[in-house]
């Protein structure tokens, strides 16, 4: 008699917390309102964060008592009777839905989810998921009370959590990685099923709003170019879903309107047009943008850019109309427009020559060149790539090796080094030693050593390269005697000297040499 009475006042104790738990959830985003960052403390935006961290808890959770039921489904004898998710597993599922959802919601009201009608779908999704499952949990428990009576409503109930966390869950994966994100590398069976367009087509900003192609001088530069780079690098953090800063950069009328620091840009002034100055700023300040774990924007995208601002970032001119200069052309090249009828990558002068700036010429990369490439992929995975599929130039970044490259791992590289054309060292181990092996790539264009160990000895070997345009040196101990030796290279656009031991003085009289190079020193 005992053991009944004590079982049948379990339920009536979870119930009521369950309900009080029910309540203020539904409650929360109701009083809270509309969330606005600015006004939010530091303390709810910190606590919001750990919510990607703790939902994969609820998650895991769930997919235990899914595959504890199919057990017990596929069980004989006693062990279908005592088999099943218990109420232990459903009270975890349950209480770790509630904590993901209370975090979920601080994050959200943390701010960067301006009017964003997907976080706020996102956000009721998460707490009805945690009300059907604090509702299973407690038949369970009552069920249970009851000697097993009415155990499918449970059963029901796990079903029905289950289906609302999978489509709460690829809301979330929507926000974080964007909403094309599951399909965008789907195979073509798959995609002419969805009725998506070919792996390989045309963005929808590309060859304008009647999809003809058309060539490179007729290109609005807006619309098939600025476009296409910003919904590449920025919009995913800045749609009408997802609006950090109150900025949204997917239409130009948003562009101009700006987000709570102002106008994304300042037609005429790429310096002072926060758009660019954000992207200019070293990976490791708090305001670079993108932020450092995500795809930066290549120097070539951040050419066309700011050639665009700097050209009045007009909405409908085309390239012809805003006529680019040597060094543009070889970044539209890159983009596959080539701004011109000629390509910059097969621009000449009168004579015959490479024209000045222009990307050295493409030829078909060498069938032994790619066996040698492969043979690093093991060890420098994704670090060492070709330029694109029909060039025989190799890049490489050490993005996913960071402080595990040094002179030794560098050195392997030795028997392509010659076929480089951009080298991103940053924040590796590597020295002098490993520059002056680059001085045998002769095409190098673009280098970035920032947070490394190198000294004035490694200018002695970029000046080697006559091709370099862009160089970063930030946060390095080169010193005025060593940058004043980059005036000998002809084509250098963009010099970063942040957080060196290079002075103002030299730095003026680097400039008076170098009148056609951009020197950023953070000032």
């Known amino acids: 008699m005992a053991q009944t009475s004590s079982s049948s006042r379990k339920p009536?104790?979870?119930?009521?917390?369950?309900?009080?738990?029910?309540?203020?959830?539904?409650?929360?985003?109701?009083?809270?309102?509309?969330?606005?960052?600015?006004?939010?403390?530091?303390?709810?935006?910190?606590?919001?964060?750990?919510?990607?961290?703790?939902?994969?808890?609820?998650?895991?959770?769930?997919?235990?008592?899914?595959?504890?039921?199919?057990?017990?489904?596929?069980?004989?004898?006693?062990?279908?009777?005592?088999g099943g998710a218990g109420s232990l597993v459903l009270g975890f599922c349950a209480a770790s839905a509630v904590v993901a959802v209370i975090l979920g919601f601080l994050l959200y009201q943390g701010g960067g989810w301006d009017e964003s009608k997907l976080a706020e779908q996102h956000m009721w999704r998460g707490i009805f998921f945690a009300v059907a499952m604090i509702v299973t949990f407690l038949a369970k428990m009552w069920s249970d009370a009851a000697g097993g009576s009415g155990a499918w409503f449970s059963k029901a109930g796990l079903l029905v959590s289950t289906a609302v966390m999978g489509i709460a869950s690829h809301d979330g994966g929507s926000l974080t990685h964007g909403e094309?994100?599951?399909?965008?590398?789907?195979?073509?069976?798959?995609?002419?099923?969805?009725?998506?367009?070919?792996?390989?087509?045309?963005?929808?900003?590309?060859?304008?709003?009647?999809?003809?192609?058309?060539?490179?001088?007729?290109l609005v530069v807006y619309t098939d170019l600025v476009a296409p780079i910003l919904e590449k690098r920025c919009t995913n953090c800045h749609n009408a879903d997802k609006s950090k800063g109150k900025l949204r950069l997917d239409t130009y009328e948003l562009?101009?309107?700006?987000?709570?620091?102002?106008?994304s840009i300042e037609p005429g002034n790429f310096e002072k047009s926060h758009l660019t100055a954000r992207i200019l700023l070293p990976k490791d300040d708090e305001e670079h943008m993108p932020p450092e774990e995500k795809p930066q924007v290549e120097e070539h995208e951040l050419a066309v850019l700011k050639w665009w601002i700097a050209s009045g970032a007009d909405p409908k001119k085309t390239v012809a109309e805003l006529n680019p200069p040597a060094d543009v052309k070889a970044a539209l090249a890159k983009l596959g427009t080539g701004g011109s009828s000629k390509s910059a990558a097969t621009a000449k002068t009168e004579g015959g020559a490479p024209a000045p700036g222009a990307a050295p010429k493409a030829t078909p990369a060498d069938p032994a060149l790619k066996t040698q490439v492969a043979g690093f992929a093991k060890e420098f995975p994704g670090a060492l790539t070709f330029e694109s599929q029909q060039s025989p130039y190799l890049t490489f970044t050490a993005v996913s090796l960071r402080e595990h490259l040094d002179d030794n791992a560098f050195q392997k590289l030795q028997p392509v080094v010659k076929h480089l054309v951009t080298a991103d060292l940053s924040a590796t181990k590597v020295t002098d030693k490993s520059v002056a092996l680059l001085s045998s790539a002769a095409n190098l264009r673009m280098v970035r050593l920032s947070e490394t160990g190198v000294t004035d000895a490694s200018i002695d070997a970029l000046v080697k390269l006559s091709k370099l345009e862009s160089v970063n040196l930030y946060g390095t101990a080169v010193t005025d005697g060593g940058v004043q030796k980059l005036a000998g290279l002809p084509n250098l656009k963009r010099l970063y000297l942040w957080q060196t031991k290079v002075t103002p003085q030299a730095i003026d009289e680097l400039k008076k040499k170098l009148p056609n190079c951009e020197i950023v020193t953070g000032a």
């Open 12 to 82: 009536i104790f979870f119930t009521f917390a369950g309900l009080v738990t029910i309540g203020a959830m539904i409650a929360m985003p109701l009083l809270a309102g509309q969330p606005d960052g600015d006004k939010v403390p530091d303390i709810v935006r910190f606590v919001g964060r750990f919510h990607p961290l703790v939902l994969h808890l609820p998650i895991g959770m769930v997919t235990l008592a899914i595959l504890l039921e199919l057990t017990r489904l596929f069980s004989k004898g006693e062990d279908k009777k005592r």
């Open 180 to 218: 094309n994100y599951l399909t965008e590398e789907a195979p073509a069976p798959i995609r002419k099923a969805l009725g998506l367009p070919p792996k390989d087509g045309k963005s929808k900003h590309e060859g304008g709003s009647d999809g003809v192609a058309a060539s490179p001088e007729q």
């Open 255 to 263: 562009i101009v309107k700006g987000g709570k620091n102002g106008s």
